[in-house]
């Protein structure tokens, strides 16, 4: 890997710790000013959003320009949101803001790896990367959770005179702010490259018309839809399964929520040691290969339903990432790759960021149905993980053969 990639690595690292910390800032924020409990989770709701609202213009702004300034040009944004927060702008609007920032950032990290590197070097490049990701939302929860506590804020603004200046999570929002300042500042030092597919027209009907085409040129490619299948199934999965540890844990193993939301860093690790394995033993040429890892995943939170301790518990939420990060780091650089040579890697990222979050909205909207009917959580547990079983099966089976060229 050369410097440029490193580069961009720390840039992301740093934006997506940022990200995650602000997260848990804002709650603690909702938490102080008293607002209703139903606006915390609409907190990731409101960040989503902008992915879904915002892909037609995020992917041709990404190809239009260097994806290093975009980059910093989202960093800005997201920037400019959390100083907002600071400066007293609802929580849920910030935050929206934020989201804006996200999803112009989200085509440019990974399309600029499709320009920087060949293809051969794109599973290893997207390992690194997806570990990254993993270790910042680890760190993010454990750093956002660190600073609205309200002993560290008091202390550290003391020891700096400056005591009752801030409530804690304020104090917590200003260290996040120098987060996306330092980010910003890595992202100057992207190598500028040369601008990929930018659009003829700037027309909002012709910027229409070439995203539904975009759409449907991935879904008719048969290794763009077998792409972009895997990994929109797989974020809308993540994103349910962080809900349904949580309610498993409440009943099987008796954990309040602080307990509960820690198992899932089993998930992150196990999905950064995934990740690595991908890389090293996965090669764009066969990514295909990985699909029956997915089959096999939908089996493990079946598993769960027996569990009713910390140690097999932990061992089984790391297995599932082990088999989550095997299979979707070669299905992001495959998605990477086609669309690259489709449409330009801006475009097909965005593609995917809208159907990745059209899922998360769908699957973990079928989770909160299945809750507010009465369900018990383990027959949600047999469906959801039957569901992944499924499809993944019925993918691998209509997919298997293909070859990557």
Same mark, same amino acid.
């Given at each position: 890997? +050369? ?6 690595? &720390?840039?992301?690292? &740093? ?14 924020? &909702? ?22 609202? &915002? ?19 989202? +960093? ?32 440019? /990290? ?96 012709? #910027? ?71 890389? /090293?033993?996965?090669?764009?040429? +066969? ?69 990745? +979050? ?19 959580? $383990? ?15 019925? #993918?691998?089976?209509? $997919?298997?053969?293909?070859?990557? $060229?």
């Amino acid at each position: 890997m +050369n410097r440029g990639f490193y580069t961009i690595l &720390l840039a992301q690292f &740093l934006s997506a710790l940022a990200d995650n910390a602000l997260l848990f800032a804002a709650i603690g924020l &909702l938490i102080f000013l008293a607002a209703p409990e139903w606006h915390s989770p609409l907190l990731q709701t409101v960040f989503v959003i902008a992915y879904i609202v &915002l892909a037609p213009l995020v992917g041709p702004f990404a190809d239009a320009l260097p994806k290093g300034r975009v980059m910093f040009i989202a +960093n800005t944004v997201k920037f400019i949101g959390c100083l907002a927060m600071l400066l007293g702008l609802g929580p849920l609007w910030a935050y929206a803001l934020v989201g804006i920032g996200a999803a112009m950032y989200s085509p440019a /990290k990974y399309g600029i790896l499709t320009e920087l590197l060949p293809p051969e070097k794109l599973v290893v490049a997207n390992s690194w990367v997806e570990g990254a990701t993993v270790m910042a939302i680890v760190l993010g929860a454990i750093i956002g959770g660190a600073l609205i506590n309200p002993q560290l804020a008091e202390n550290t603004l003391t020891s700096l005179g400056m005591a009752g200046v801030l409530i804690a999570p304020k104090f917590a929002i200003v260290a996040i702010t120098s987060l996306y300042f330092a980010a910003a500042l890595v992202n100057l030092f992207i190598p500028r490259l040369p601008i990929d597919h930018r659009l003829p027209s700037k027309s909002p009907r012709y #910027i229409l018309h070439d995203f539904w085409h975009s759409f449907a040129l991935l879904w008719r490619d048969p290794l763009g839809q077998v792409s972009l299948a895997v990994t929109t199934l797989f974020w809308g999965v993540g994103a349910t399964l962080r809900l349904l540890i949580i309610a498993w844990a409440a009943l099987n193993l008796k954990y309040g929520l602080d307990q509960a939301t820690q198992l899932t860093a089993a998930t992150a690790f196990g999905i950064a040691i995934g990740s690595v394995l991908a890389g /090293k033993f996965v090669q764009l040429r +066969n990514a295909v290969s990985v699909l029956p890892a997915g089959i096999i995943l939908g089996f493990v939170p079946i598993a769960l339903i027996w569990v009713e301790s910390l140690i097999p518990a932990v061992l089984l939420l790391t297995l599932a990432g082990v088999l989550a990060g095997y299979f979707v780091v070669p299905m992001n650089a495959l998605l990477q790759h086609r669309g690259h040579l489709l449409m330009g890697a801006g475009h097909s990222i965005a593609q995917q960021n809208f159907n990745e +979050n059209i899922s998360i909205l769908v699957l973990s909207g079928a989770y909160a149905l299945m809750v507010r009917s009465d369900w018990h959580i $383990h027959t949600i547990i047999w469906v959801f993980g039957l569901f992944i079983s499924t499809v993944m099966t019925a #993918i691998w089976l209509k $997919h298997r053969n293909d070859v990557v $060229h």
